[in-house]
C-alpha cells in the first residue's frame, strides 16, 4: 500500500513538473543564444501580469513575446536591438527597469522631489522659532505668584 501510494506521488510530481517546463521545439539550438534569450526574458515585462516577467509569466502574451525575442536572438540582433525593437512596438512600460528618458522623467524624480521637500519642510519647522502668544494679566499674576511662592525657583527647592 505506502509502496503504491508512494509511487504515485513520484509520478504526480514528475508531471507536474513536465507541465511547467517550456516547450523543447521553442528553445534554440545554440546554448549561448539561448541563454542570452533567456537573461533578455527576465528583463522583459508581461503586458498581461505586469509585474512579472516573461520568463516567470505563463500567460499566452508572454508566451508569444518569449518567441519574438528568440526570433531576434537567432536573427543576431544585439540585446540592446531586441529591447529597442520591443520599446518601439510596446513602449517602454515592457521593460522592467526601463531608462531614463524625458518621457518617464516624471516617474523617475518624483520620489526624489518628494523626499526633499519633506525634508525641507521638516528642516524650516525645526528653525522656524515657535510663536506663542503673550501672557494675559492674569496669567503674569498667576506665573508671578508662583515665582513669590518659591524663591529657590522652580525644582531647586530643599530637599527634605
Keep these: 500500500m505506502r509502496l503504491t501510494r508512494a509511487a ?14 517550456n516547450d523543447p521545439a521553442e528553445r534554440l539550438a545554440d546554448p549561448a543564444k539561448e541563454a542570452r534569450a533567456r537573461a533578455l526574458f527576465r528583463e522583459v515585462r508581461c503586458l498581461v501580469c505586469q509585474n512579472e516577467s516573461i520568463d516567470d509569466s505563463e500567460a499566452d502574451l508572454a508566451e508569444d513575446l518569449r518567441k519574438v525575442v528568440r526570433a531576434q536572438v537567432s536573427a543576431g540582433r544585439t540585446d540592446a536591438e531586441v529591447k529597442r525593437y520591443l520599446t518601439d512596438r510596446y513602449g517602454e512600460f515592457v521593460l522592467l527597469q526601463p531608462p531614463f528618458s524625458p518621457g518617464n522623467a516624471l516617474l523617475w524624480l518624483t520620489p526624489f522631489a518628494l523626499v526633499l521637500g519633506g525634508g525641507a519642510i521638516l528642516i ?5 522659532p515657535g510663536t506663542t502668544p503673550p501672557l494675559s494679566a492674569e496669567e503674569e499674576a498667576a506665573l508671578a505668584a508662583l515665582n513669590v511662592s518659591d524663591p529657590d525657583g522652580p525644582g531647586q527647592g530643599s530637599a527634605a
Aim: hydrophobic content about 70%.
Design 124 to 128: 524650516l519647522r525645526a528653525r522656524k
Design 8 to 21: 504515485g506521488l513520484v509520478l504526480a510530481a514528475l508531471l507536474s513538473i513536465a507541465a511547467t517546463a
